[in-house]
């Protein structure tokens, strides 16, 4: 299995534009979450979803921020629109399953917003 | 409020040495703890997981305690090489709809 794919690797935008970012998570697996690490405030869980649908996004931190998840092999997260704020690495992770304690995270998407 | 707290922030070895690195938590229900090691520019790797009734797991040269009643958990690496310079991320989940609490981590840099 190739793992938890995202897209793109890196990003950079200016300010007041539209980002989309990607996620593949692994075959059979049906829980997929969404983080953002920086610095100053380390990893953040944003939201995560089982078996297609929302469960919490509690995380996210505006309207600006809209997750989707269209079926079990594709996940979206949009910025809009974005900010310098939202400069951060945004990683998705999947899970096998609601019993399952492990997570399997992408290699990340660095979003730099001018 | 839930919080998990990670001693030291930063830690300098030299290879071959053994180190701990500690991590203390006010999570509650208690579900489970999970260590995660991080190299620079890479998403995290899960090391160990532990449930209340399991006070030890080992995974290679890292092994892990947890002592459910003072809320503490360590990560012990033995025989250190280069490749263990990372940063390692303890996150401890609540049983109430499953939601996680990450540390802020430690930066271990082993040198030759």
């Known amino acids: 299995d190739a793992g938890v794919i995202q897209s793109p690797r890196h990003e950079v935008t200016e300010m007041g534009q539209e980002v989309t970012l990607r996620c593949k998570p692994i075959s059979g697996h049906n829980s997929l979450f969404w983080y953002r690490q920086t610095m100053m405030r380390g990893l953040e869980l944003l939201i995560y979803f089982n078996n297609n649908v929302p469960i919490d996004d509690s995380g996210m931190p505006e309207d600006r921020f809209s997750a989707k998840m269209p079926n079990a092999s594709f996940s979206t997260l949009k910025i809009q629109p974005s900010e310098p704020r939202d400069s951060a690495v945004y990683f998705c992770?999947?899970?096998?399953?609601?019993?399952?304690?492990?997570?399997?995270f992408g290699p990340g998407t660095r979003l730099t917003v001018t | 409020k839930n919080q998990v707290e990670q001693s030291p922030q930063s830690l300098i070895i030299l290879e071959g040495k053994n180190c701990t690195l500690q991590c203390n938590y006010t999570v509650s229900p208690f579900s489970n703890l999970r260590w995660y090691k991080q190299d620079t520019g890479r998403g995290p790797v899960s090391l160990t997981i532990?449930?209340?009734?399991?006070n030890t797991k080992s995974n290679g040269r890292y092994t892990a305690t947890l002592d459910a009643d003072t809320k503490q958990s360590s990560l012990h690496i033995t025989a250190s090489q280069l490749s263990d310079s990372a940063s390692y991320i303890c996150?401890?989940?609540?049983?109430?709809?499953?939601?996680?609490?990450f540390g802020d981590g430690t930066t271990l840099t082993v040198k030759p």
């Open positions: 992770a999947s899970r096998p399953g609601t019993i399952s304690y492990e997570q399997y």
């Open positions: 532990m449930t209340f009734s399991e």
């Open positions: 996150v401890v989940s609540a049983t109430n709809a499953g939601k996680s609490t």
